[in-house]
């Protein structure tokens, strides 16, 4: 590190995998059915919260990243506008099996202003991730390096404890060894 310049720190939580609604549609595609995700944000508990959440495909193999975005204002109001719905039914009309699954990677909020640079830092390094499991991702991957800690997944804060069925969940999504 240079002499006077502090490291970027932050923490997050993973939660998840959440399924989210679909209906079959008249052509026998799934779609994302936005009518059921108020009972998508009873069941996730986290639409007032912000970081970055992962969309991904879940069969026997494990579950597939296929979009990973972020948020700085609330999950809910981010996770399924209407552009964000087509991509994510643009994946499932390529899909023959699978559940259609999201993950919540939340920030940990201490006193002050949410850390915004840290989110961003950890979108950029999930998209990455992503996309080794995934070339297909439908995100344009970033490089830059943060000190991030995604508590007992990645960073100083995954040696704290054996992690719990999401962390280890989303590992194996991400690729994370």
């Not at 970081?51 to 399924?80: D, L």
């Not at 990677?105 to 950890?122: K, Q, Y």
Request: glycine share 12%; proline share 5%; net charge positive.
């Amino acid at each position: 590190m240079v002499a006077g310049v502090s490291a970027l720190v932050a923490s997050f939580t993973v939660t998840g995998p959440f399924e989210i609604p679909t209906r079959v549609g008249r052509t026998g595609a799934r779609h994302v059915d936005s009518r059921a995700l108020d009972e998508f944000w009873e069941v996730a508990g986290c639409d007032e919260r912000i970081g970055c959440y992962v969309f991904g495909i879940r069969s026997g193999r494990g579950t597939i990243p296929h979009y990973v975005g972020r948020t700085t204002a609330s999950f809910e109001g981010e996770c399924f506008q209407q552009h964000k719905i087509g991509k994510y039914n643009d994946v499932l009309l390529d899909t023959l099996k699978g559940t259609p699954v999201m993950y919540f990677v939340t920030l940990d909020r201490g006193r002050g202003r949410p850390n915004e640079t840290a989110i961003f830092a950890l979108e950029e390094r999930l998209i990455a991730l992503g996309k080794q499991r995934n070339p297909e991702l439908k995100n344009i991957s970033g490089t830059k390096e943060t000190a991030i800690t995604v508590h007992r997944v990645m960073g100083a804060g995954r040696v704290q404890g054996a992690p719990r069925i999401p962390e280890r969940r989303f590992k194996a999504m991400m690729a994370i060894r």
